[in-house]
């Protein structure tokens, strides 16, 4: 089954610096995830879209649902530590077919 | 406290054994999938279920073997056949409608021998 485009494949920044990371595909979906994993752990559910063009914000995380339907972003604003991890995009297209990223690995330098 | 679990955390096991990892859920989900995790890519569907007694292959499903007996539980064998079996094992469970979000456990480590 085809996997999302995920980039960048990983990300090497300063605490602070704000952080953007994006999914695209060349099939239409109908709902957008963004996970984070932490090493050894299962993904954890950041943000979930619904609509085209929808933005939406979980704290310092904003996403937004592309208009095409074919492509998501992940904001991270003022990046700490703790935000270090592998980030996941998915996408499904129904109730069953969810495909995912490559994860984009994200570290965070004091 | 609701969630989903996977045990055991890690798992090894000597070439040609079959061997039987453990996912249950109380969230009272329909649906349950498998995933396979391999370094640098995507979750891979090994086998999903919509209700019981009833599961559908995904996209790598050769190998691999699983029950729905109960909506709590969703076992997944990993048989002698798989040929590179070592890999993170995601198990994750969700509402049966569209635009559903797919909660995860926390995964099992298989290495073979």
């Known amino acids: 089954g085809q996997q999302l485009n995920q980039s960048p494949q990983s990300m090497f920044i300063q605490e602070g610096e704000d952080v953007s990371m994006n999914c695209t595909s060349s099939?239409?979906?109908?709902?957008w995830l963004w996970y984070k994993q932490d090493p050894g752990e299962g993904p954890v559910l950041l943000i979930a879209?619904?609509?085209?063009?929808e933005l939406t914000s979980n704290g310092r995380l904003t996403a937004q649902f592309g208009i095409t339907r074919k492509d998501s972003f992940l904001n991270i604003s003022a990046s700490i530590p703790s935000d270090v991890g592998i980030y996941f995009c998915?996408?499904?297209?129904?109730?069953?077919?969810?495909?995912f990223g490559a994860g984009t690995r994200l570290t965070v330098k004091p | 406290d609701g969630g989903i679990t996977q045990s055991p955390k890690y798992l090894f096991r000597k070439e040609g054994q079959n061997v039987t990892l453990s996912c249950e859920q109380n969230?009272?989900?329909?649906?349950m999938y498998w995933y396979r995790q391999d370094p640098g890519q995507g979750l891979r569907l090994i086998y999903y279920?919509?209700?019981?007694?009833?599961?559908q292959k995904g996209d790598i499903a050769e190998g691999y073997s699983v029950s729905r007996e109960k909506k709590e539980s969703f076992p997944l064998t990993v048989t002698s056949a798989q040929k590179n079996p070592t890999a993170f094992y995601l198990c994750?469970?969700?509402?049966?409608?569209?635009?559903?979000?797919?909660?995860f456990g926390p995964g099992t480590r298989l290495t073979v021998l």
């Open positions: 994750a469970s969700s509402i049966w409608t569209s635009g559903n979000e797919q909660f």
């Open positions: 099939s239409i979906f109908n709902t």
């Open positions: 879209l619904y609509k085209a063009g």
């Open positions: 998915a996408g499904q297209m129904n109730n069953n077919d969810m495909r």
């Open positions: 969230l009272n989900h329909d649906a």
């Open positions: 279920s919509q209700i019981v007694n009833d599961f």
